[in-house]
């Protein structure tokens, strides 16, 4: 097998962080929402602290890591969340990246309203199951891996334990990600949909996608 599936440790954060960057660039606006310059030698490090705190801190979370048999090299990541009751989505605190000087008064304004449209579809199906649902939160791999299956394994990671528990599972997807989604059972509930307020009507929207898969059990195909 060419990748080995494992959770993560504390040293492999950096290169975590190097990946997420990598991988999404500035194709999405929500990227740039969620972790500020992530380009930059400052927003690395924020970032990379921010899911180290996750990592540390929050019970719900899974950083998981598909590493290259033959180098050692960490491949790809996931972030899964693995909710057992309402966690009352909010939007994010934002005052550290302040600090550091990635983000301005204007701008934070901007990612709160950003934000609290993009949690609202999640937070209304985690009430609809109960709190008890599966997350793939972040799903990135290496450009330079990717197409070898890296991706595909750490989604099976993380509908595997979905299964055990009898969780649906979902993810807010891109364009490209859809085929690869569709591949493991997500379907599409909607498209994520965005309503600016005339301040910052000519933002960028996302171009997300909803996507859902019932937890399959035994005898199930």
Avoid at 112 to 132: D, H, P, S
Wanted: glycine letters at 10%; aromatic letters at 10%.
């Amino acid at each position: 097998m060419p990748f080995t599936v494992d959770l993560c440790t504390e040293p492999d954060f950096d290169r975590l962080f190097t990946i997420i960057s990598t991988t999404f660039a500035d194709t999405q606006p929500i990227v740039d929402a969620f972790i500020p310059q992530h380009a930059t030698p400052a927003g690395h490090i924020y970032g990379r602290d921010s899911l180290l705190i996750s990592h540390k801190t929050d019970p719900d979370v899974r950083f998981v890591k598909a590493t290259d048999s033959a180098s050692g090299h960490i491949a790809g990541i996931a972030k899964w969340l693995v909710l057992h009751e309402d966690p009352h989505f909010e939007v994010l605190h934002l005052g550290g990246e302040r600090a550091e000087g990635l983000r301005d008064d204007e701008e934070r304004e901007f990612v709160r309203e950003l934000l609290g449209q993009y949690f609202v579809t999640r937070a209304g199906v985690v009430r609809e199951c109960g709190g008890k649902l599966v997350v793939l939160d972040i799903l990135a791999v290496d450009p330079a891996y990717q197409g070898r299956g890296a991706g595909s394994m750490l989604v099976q990671w993380g509908l595997g334990l979905a299964d055990e528990l009898g969780f649906d599972s979902v993810v807010e997807s891109s364009v490209n990600g859809r085929a690869v989604y569709a591949k493991h059972g997500f379907r599409l509930v909607k498209p994520m949909e965005f309503d600016f307020s005339e301040k910052f009507a000519s933002r960028q929207k996302p171009n997300i996608f909803f996507l859902r898969r019932p937890a399959r059990r035994n005898g199930d195909d």
